[in-house]
């Protein structure tokens, strides 16, 4: 039994764990979509409002790649909220959005453009067009 979280088991305890915030499956894809492109990028400047996942500084424009359930976008992939500690996980995920929305503000502000890429579209056919449109207006 763990100490701080004694109610979450531990199987749920090591498969949350093993979630990263960079270098996703969904992350890579898009970023071999960029470079199927031939267009260079950066990766997650710190400096910038939301950490961004791709970066065209030349461009003035971002893409972030966002996870479907810890961004809720709404999609199938989304789910159920969590039935254990929902005091903890609503509140969580709706700070999330909240920061989301923000840093896609403060982008704006600065001047860059925003491309948001959910998890359930990154197998989509028309995903590279979609990625060439956004970078070449």
């Keep these: 039994m763990n100490v701080l979280f004694p109610d ?3 199987i749920v305890r090591r498969r949350m764990a093993r979630i990263r915030g960079k270098a996703t499956r969904p992350e ?3 970023r071999q979509t960029v470079r199927a492109l031939g267009i260079g990028y950066r990766l997650n400047r710190r ?3 939301g950490s961004p996942d791709l970066v065209f500084m030349g461009r003035k424009k971002v893409i972030f790649v966002h996870g479907c359930f810890w ?4 999609c199938k992939l989304t789910g159920k909220a969590p039935q254990k500690r929902a005091e903890y996980w609503a509140p969580k995920l709706k700070r999330n959005v909240k920061r989301d929305q923000e840093a896609q503000q403060r982008l704006e502000e600065l001047g860059y453009r ?6 359930c579209e990154v197998s989509s056919p028309s995903l590279p067009e ?3 449109k956004f970078l070449k207006t």
């Design 130 to 132: 979609r990625i060439a």
């Design 71 to 74: 961004h809720q976008h709404g």
């Design 8 to 10: 979450v088991p531990v």
């Design 114 to 119: 925003a491309l948001t890429i959910w998890e």
């Design 47 to 49: 400096d910038l409002p």
């Design 28 to 30: 890579l894809l898009v």
